[in-house]
């Protein structure tokens, strides 16, 4: 059964610094890996998706990476700004499903 | 990226009553449906898997009699709650994939339900 985990749980940091948030998943049989931003009581926008055939996606000051055989993910964001205070979510693809991992809630203090 | 539009995006309903969330892919096929729900400040949970032409297939631990699924096209599934209780009272999301699972997936905006 995949298990997908996020650490931390949640964070806070001061503007203007750069943050990593990590993702992992027990079973490396997936199809891709998709970075997902929620704000409180909305929906999901999709932020990146990396195959399992690459290693990195990067859209901004985002930046994504895959390692399949460890079975982690890690999403950089660079310069951090308040308005990217939201929680965030990774999710893997398998066979026949679309497992979400726990999440971290991030606030960026201004 | 494609469209997958869900409706209604809130609804509050009276305890025994059922009430019907639709998910729609707009711009492509979708053999292959999720439905998701989230407690809040919590993660988004798999409820079942809805495969057009098909029955679902429920995680463990979902009521299938309380939790109706029908993909009846290739661009609708609908998940009824029937005889809502509060307990039911949750953000539901759907998803939806194209016709390959190795391609990506796209979301609903959420439906909130609250039960009175």
């Known amino acids: 059964k995949q298990e997908v985990t996020q650490i931390p749980a949640a964070l806070s940091v001061p503007e203007g610094e750069n943050l990593v948030l990590n993702c992992s998943f027990t079973?490396?049989?997936?199809?891709?890996l998709q970075w997902f931003r929620q704000d409180p009581g909305k929906g999901l926008t999709s932020l990146l998706l990396i195959q399992s055939s690459q290693r990195e996606q990067t859209s901004g000051r985002l930046n994504a990476s895959l390692d399949k055989s460890s079975g982690r993910s890690t999403l950089y964001i660079a310069a951090s700004q308040p308005g990217d205070s939201a929680t965030y979510l990774c999710a893997v693809s398998g066979t026949y499903k679309y497992i979400f991992g726990t999440g971290t809630r991030l606030k960026v203090l201004a | 990226g494609a469209v997958v539009s869900q409706h209604p995006s809130w609804v509050i309903c009276k305890s025994g009553t059922s009430v019907k969330i639709e998910c729609r892919s707009l711009d492509f096929q979708a053999t292959t449906m999720f439905w998701y729900r989230q407690f809040p400040k919590q993660s988004l949970m798999l409820m079942a898997t809805s495969n057009e032409g098909s029955k679902a297939t429920y995680e463990q631990g979902v009521e299938k009699d309380k939790f109706l699924i029908n993909h009846a096209s290739l661009t609708l599934s609908t998940l009824t709650v029937t005889s809502a209780h509060p307990e039911d009272s949750s953000f539901y999301i759907c998803?939806?994939?194209?016709?390959?699972?190795?391609?990506?997936?796209?979301f609903g905006q959420g439906t909130r339900l609250t039960v009175v």
């Open positions: 998803s939806a994939t194209p016709r390959s699972m190795n391609t990506e997936a796209f």
């Open positions: 079973d490396s049989a997936i199809y891709n």
